[in-house]
C-alpha cells in the first residue's frame, strides 16, 4: 500500500477534498448494507410468514427488493456509461467534466463504480495539470479499501500519481509510488510509461548511473513509444549518458534527440533540469 | 492459407479475410435479449404471487441468484476477452506481427456478441495485415472497420488514411489521390499531431509514386518537424527524402549531398534493412 507522504512544499491549492470523499464512501456502503441486510430480512419473513400473511409486510418486502435491484441497475448504468465518458472527457473536456459532476453526484453508488469516477476525475484533473489535486486524488482511490474491480486501474493511478509528484517536486513521494509499480505486473503501455518515470526520478535524484543501466534494451523500450515520450526518453538517456561518463552512448543518442524532440520541447526540458 | 500452430502459415487473402469478417460479423444483442434475464426474474416473482405455496417465495430469489452469477460470468468472460486483445496489442507494439494477427484472426469469431470488441481485434488484423505488406487484405480489414463506424468517429480518419497509404504501397495511385484529397480536411479538422504527421508522410510517398521528386523537395521545409509525432517511424519520410534527392540528381544544388544527409537522419531513426523491407527501392541509398 502506498503510504502517505508529507504534502509537497508548493502544492497548489487542491479543491478535492479527500474526507468528503472518503465520506461520500462510506455512507454509499453503509446505505447499500442497510439495503442489504433489509433484502436479506425480507427474505426471512416471507419464508417465515409466507405470501398469505400481512399484505403490508409482503408490500413492504417486494419494496426493499425492489429498492435493492433498482440500485444494483443505476450502478451497472453509470458502469456502462464509464467509457462512453472517456471518450467524451478526451473530445470536449468542459462537456466530461459536467457529465462526470452528475455521475458523482448520485447516492448509494456501488463502492467500486464510485471509484472508477474518482479515476475519472485524477485524469481529467491531471490533464489540466492541476498536479496536487490528481495526485490527491489517485492518493485517495489507492488507499481504499476493498476497491473490488476498480482494482484493474491500480496501475493507472500509480502512474499517474508518480508523475503528479515528479511534476510537484514531490520526490519521496514519487519514489513510493514507483516502488510500488515495480512490485506489480504491468502490461506493456504501463511498463513504458513507468520506464519513462523511473529515468525521469533517477536524474532529478542526481543518480543518472542508475539511469544507464541496460540503456540498450531502455532505448529499445523508447522507439515503441508515441513521438514526443520517445523524444523526451531518448533525452533524458542521452544525458544520464553524458552525466555517467558513457560518450558513446551520448554520441549515438543525440542526433536521434535532435530529429525527435523539437526545440521548445528541448528548452522545457532544460528548463527543468532533467537534460 | 493456414492459421494454426504450423509456424509456416501465410497471412489471408483479402477475400479470405473478408469471408472470415463476413461469417462471424459481430450483431450486437437486441435491446429484447438483453432484458431477457429480468423479465424472467419478474414473471419468478407475479409467479410466486400467484403460487399460494409457501416454498414458492423461493422461486424470485433463485432467479435473483441465478442472475447475479450470470451477470459475474458475463463480465469475467469480457474481461478475459479485453486481456487477449490487451496482449495481441501488444505483440503489434513489439513487431511480432504474424503472433498478434493470428491472436486476432482467432479472437474475431468469438465476438460476435461483442460488436466493439470486435472492432479492436478487426483493427489488429487489419495493422499487422499492413505491417506484413499484404495491403489487399489490410484493406479489406479496413473496409470493413469504416462500414461498421459512422463517419463522425475520430477513428474513421486515421482509418481512410491507412487504405490511402495501403492504395499508394499497391500503386491504385487513383484511388489513394481521391482519398487524400477527401482527407485534407478532415484531418485539419482533427488538430491531432499524429494524424497530420501521417498525411504528410503520405503526401510525400505520394510524390515518390508519381515521381514528382522536385516537387517533394520543394514542399520539403519542416519536414523534419511535421514528422516528429512519428516518433522513430519518422525515419520512413527521411528515408523517401533522400530518395528524392536521389532521383532528381542535380548537382549543382548538392543533391548527392543532401540525399547522404537525409540518409543518415533516417538511419539515426531505423535500420537500414528496415527501411530498405519498407521500401525495396530503396537498395540503391546508403552505399548499395
Known amino acids: 500500500m502506498v503510504s502517505e507522504p508529507p504534502p ?26 442497510l439495503l442489504f441486510g433489509l433484502s436479506v430480512a425480507a427474505f426471512v419473513a416471507l419464508l417465515l410468514f409466507g405470501p398469505g400473511g400481512s399484505p403490508a409486510a409482503v408490500v413492504a418486502a417486494v419494496g426493499v427488493l425492489a429498492v435493492w435491484l433498482a440500485l444494483g441497475f443505476a450502478g451497472a448504468r453509470t458502469m456502462r456509461e464509464l467509457p462512453a465518458l472517456g471518450g467524451l472527457l478526451d473530445r470536449d473536456p468542459d462537456a466530461g467534466e459536467a457529465r462526470l459532476d452528475e455521475l458523482r453526484r448520485q447516492k448509494l453508488l456501488p463502492r467500486w463504480v464510485r471509484l472508477m469516477l474518482l479515476h475519472r476525475l485524477a485524469v481529467l484533473r491531471h490533464r489540466q495539470q492541476r498536479f496536487a489535486e490528481s495526485a490527491a486524488i489517485a492518493q485517495t482511490v489507492l488507499t481504499t479499501a476493498r476497491p ?13 500519481l508518480a508523475e503528479a509528484r515528479l511534476e510537484l517536486r514531490d520526490l519521496p513521494g514519487a519514489w513510493l509510488a514507483l516502488t510500488e509499480l515495480h512490485r506489480r505486473p504491468v502490461g506493456l503501455h504501463e511498463a513504458l510509461q513507468r520506464l519513462a518515470l523511473r529515468t ?49 552512448w551520448h554520441r549515438a543518442l543525440w542526433p536521434r534527440v535532435e530529429l525527435l524532440c523539437g526545440a521548445d520541447q528541448l528548452a522545457q526540458m532544460r528548463g527543468s533540469g532533467l537534460i | 492459407m493456414t492459421l494454426g500452430n504450423d509456424p509456416a502459415w501465410t497471412p489471408p487473402t483479402a477475400e479470405a479475410l473478408a469471408d472470415h469478417l463476413r461469417r462471424y460479423r459481430a450483431t450486437p444483442p437486441s435491446p429484447w435479449a438483453r432484458r431477457l434475464p429480468l423479465l424472467a426474474l419478474l414473471g419468478l416473482t407475479v409467479a410466486a404471487l400467484l403460487t399460494p405455496v409457501p416454498g414458492s417465495w423461493l422461486l424470485p430469489w433463485g432467479g435473483f441468484v441465478a442472475l447475479a452469477i450470470y451477470g459475474t460470468r458475463q463480465v469475467a468472460k469480457v474481461r478475459r476477452f479485453e486481456k487477449r486483445l490487451d496482449r495481441a496489442r501488444e505483440l503489434l507494439s513489439l513487431r511480432h506481427h504474424r503472433p498478434a494477427l493470428r491472436s486476432a ?25 499492413e505491417e506484413l505488406r499484404a495491403y489487399d487484405a489490410a484493406a479489406a480489414a479496413f473496409d470493413r472497420l469504416l462500414d461498421d463506424l459512422p463517419d463522425d468517429h475520430p477513428g474513421s480518419v486515421a482509418l481512410r488514411l491507412q487504405q490511402a497509404l495501403g492504395a499508394l504501397f499497391t500503386q491504385r495511385l487513383s484511388d489513394a489521390d481521391d482519398a487524400l484529397r477527401r482527407l485534407r480536411g478532415p484531418v485539419e479538422a482533427s488538430g491531432a499531431p499524429p494524424l497530420a504527421a501521417a498525411y ?6 505520394q510524390a515518390v509514386q508519381t515521381a514528382h521528386y522536385a516537387e517533394a523537395i520543394d514542399e520539403g521545409d519542416g ?53 530498405r523491407h519498407r521500401f525495396p527501392d530503396l537498395r540503391g541509398l546508403g552505399g548499395e
Not at chain 1, 204 to 215: E, K, M, Q, Y
Request: a positive charge; hydrophobic letters at 45%.
Open chain 1, 8 to 33: 509537497p512544499p508548493e502544492a497548489e491549492s487542491s479543491v478535492f477534498d479527500a474526507r468528503y470523499a472518503r465520506r461520500r464512501l462510506a455512507l454509499d456502503t453503509a446505505g447499500r448494507r
Open chain 1, 148 to 160: 473490488g474491480p476498480a482494482a484493474t486501474h491500480r496501475g493507472h493511478l500509480l502512474l499517474l
Open chain 1, 200 to 248: 525521469r526520478y533517477e536524474l532529478a535524484v542526481g543518480r543518472p548511473d542508475a539511469a544507464v543501466v541496460g540503456i540498450g534494451q531502455k532505448v529499445a523500450l523508447a522507439e515503441l513509444m508515441p513521438g514526443p515520450q520517445c523524444g523526451a526518453l531518448h533525452a533524458m538517456l542521452a544525458a544520464a549518458a553524458r552525466d555517467a561518463g558513457h560518450d558513446d
Open chain 2, 105 to 129: 484472426w482467432r479472437l474475431v469469431p468469438e465476438l460476435t456478441q461483442h460488436p466493439a470488441l470486435q472492432h479492436r481485434a478487426v483493427a489488429i488484423l487489419g495493422q499487422a495485415l
Open chain 2, 200 to 205: 504528410r508522410f503520405a503526401l510525400l510517398f
Open chain 2, 223 to 275: 519536414l523534419i518537424e511535421a514528422l516528429r509525432p512519428l516518433g522513430v517511424e519518422a525515419g520512413y519520410g527521411h528515408a523517401l527524402m533522400a530518395w528524392c534527392y536521389r532521383q532528381r540528381n542535380q548537382p549543382e544544388a548538392d543533391d548527392d549531398e543532401q540525399a547522404q544527409r537525409w540518409w543518415r537522419r533516417a538511419t539515426a531513426l531505423l535500420p537500414a534493412a528496415s527501411l
